[in-house]
């Protein structure tokens, strides 16, 4: 019999790790277990979560969202769950979600991702969805397919067969946060498994915004998104050609910071940077705290 387990990731959202648990316990398909990957929360998550005997608890220090769910995959995997369902703290599953995940077409061992749904607007993506011939923005652009072939919002409602997580393994820790989860989708396709999202399964999730608006010193995360980049593209085009994408790319983004007049131009010019030379010297240890670009605006804001 097929088993499924959850696991959610969370940090410093004690609100939204509520909320997310108990639509998780109201799943009309219920869950074999419920694992939470508390990230070093210091907002009072360690003593709700020991008081909910239901769930599963790995606490460890904050590794971002890729060391979070690489962990969570990892366990849920060696209990033997058949399938890993993966959620930020901050997702809210529709009753049925998890049922309509299960009852879709059978492809096997794949991926299959809830539609992330906009928790402002109902009627909106939470993410923008851009390929080179089709667009998806709207609910209704989605809905009338069954099933959605390579594309994911990982890690939002994302249904992981166990027989991926044996070929692909689990996200890479070094990524630390912002493209971890478009490189663990772009290495399970390199690996031949199906990836589709499954329109009739919802999750609810606040909507994405425009990364290089983040407000200074938030906008620290693009470095994150600039330097991971360069895996997504070795997995799309090979190492070699891969590498030569990337570094056009990211002379292009860089440059592109440089003229576009934004408050804090300078340091999202400097931050593009620093991201796209550490990548290319394959220097994937920084931390948010050993982040040049970072350091100097806080530096020069004291």
Known sequence: METVAAVVVTFNR??????????????????DVIYVINNGSTDGTDEWLATQPDLTVTTQANLGGAGGFATGIQTAYNGGSTWLWCMDDDCVAAPDALQKLLESPNLGPCIKNSMSVSAKDHSELAFYVDRPNRTYRTVSDMTQFDLIYGVASFFNGTLIHSEVVKTVGTPDVKLFIWGDEVEYMTRTIKNGFPVV?????IFYHPPSFDRNGIPWPGAWKQYYAVRNQRRVFQNVHG?????????????????????????????????????????????FRKRPDNILTLRLYKYMHK
């Open 14 to 31: 004690l609100n939204d790790l509520k909320i997310c648990i108990d639509t998780l316990r109201a799943q009309t398909r219920k869950l």
């Open 197 to 201: 999202t499954v329109p009739a399964s």
């Open 239 to 283: 190492d070699a050609y891969g590498m030569a994408v990337f570094a056009k790319w990211a002379l292009g983004q860089t440059m592109e910071q440089a003229r576009t007049k934004r408050t804090n131009r300078l340091y999202n010019f400097l931050i593009f940077g620093e991201a796209a030379i550490d990548s290319l010297i394959n220097n």
